[in-house]
């Protein structure tokens, strides 16, 4: 952000995001952004380079948001188990309850050629290590399994999370509720995780 006016470079975040969710990333211009967050078009230029990057800040702080959320939700959670568990309900109930955003998310911000090629994620990665975070938790409290490699498991478990987002952005027929979802994709990966030592019960 290049100037210091932050209500103002909200403002256009805030505007960006309805557009984007309302015309995708590819159709929207510069100037339907400008008009809905009722600012000249060249304004947005001294806050952003260019529509790319209004899309990696809007990322940028939902992930703040996100990794704030995530991390009290689970402060109190000590049960490697319960803390799995509640990492995928809190994940897909902020899809549902943040539709314009999840669909930004989900589907148009994989559209950033810039985004995929050269924005280096650091905040999805530490997203992605409170999953790893949990396994390795797991694994020296003799609760996960030995074998099991944190890195592969953690994108493995995000991953199933994120077709099932991806899932309910886009489907206009919703078969299942959130709590079912979470509970349903927590229970298929802890039934690989969990040493043979330990009674599952979810």
Known sequence: MKSRNREKYQRIINAATRIFARKGFFHAKISDIAREAQVADGTIYLYFQNKDDILISLFEEQMKRVLKGM????????????????????HLRLVKDNKDIAEIIQVELRQSSKFMKEYKNTQFIEYLNLIEDII?????????????????????????LDEMSRFWVLSSRKKYDIETAARQISEYFLRGLVSETRTLRV
């Open 136 to 160: 390795r938790d797991g694994q020296e409290k003799n609760v996960f399994r030995e074998d099991i490699v944190p890195g592969i498991a953690k994108r493995a478990f995000f991953g199933a």
């Open 71 to 90: 991390k009290e939700e689970l402060r109190d959670v000590k049960d490697p188990l319960k803390r799995l568990e509640r990492f995928a309900l809190y």
